[in-house]
């Protein structure tokens, strides 16, 4: 069974710079598309980045231009570097694997115990 664990979140303030970790054992991302997500108190968890086996990439609008996603295939680690933070961009973010599509529908049943991001402005 695949394990995520996610890190690196923290408290910053408005435009500063967050580094997002995914280690995944149990399975390897190589053939694999990934996807961040975050989800705020009282909102749905939603997709904000995601990159495939080839290495096409996507963002939302509302991080395009500040987040920048990666992987590391032979760490079986995927990164979301994170500049000039908003406070809305306050959440916790997670991190899942598996098909394009299944990324961006993000109806997983296992997920990590994500990592709090927190910016203050």
């Known amino acids: 069974q695949v394990q995520l664990v996610e890190s690196g979140g923290g408290l910053v303030q408005a435009g500063g710079t967050l580094r997002l970790s995914c280690a995944a054992s149990?399975?390897?991302?190589?053939?694999?598309?990934i996807g961040w997500y975050r989800q705020a108190p009282g909102k749905q968890r939603e997709l904000v980045a995601i990159?495939?086996?080839?290495?096409?990439?996507q963002y939302d609008d509302s991080v395009k231009g500040r987040f920048t996603i990666s992987r590391d295939s032979a760490e079986n680690t995927v990164y979301l570097q994170m500049n000039d933070l908003k406070p809305e961009d306050s959440a916790v973010y997670y991190c899942?694997?598996?098909?394009?599509?299944?990324?961006?529908?993000?109806?997983?049943?296992?997920w990590g115990q994500g990592t709090q991001v927190t910016v203050s402005s």
């Open positions: 149990g399975t390897d991302f190589t053939h694999y598309s």
């Open positions: 990159v495939g086996s080839a290495g096409a990439r």
């Open positions: 899942n694997v598996g098909s394009w599509s299944e990324v961006v529908a993000g109806r997983f049943d296992n």
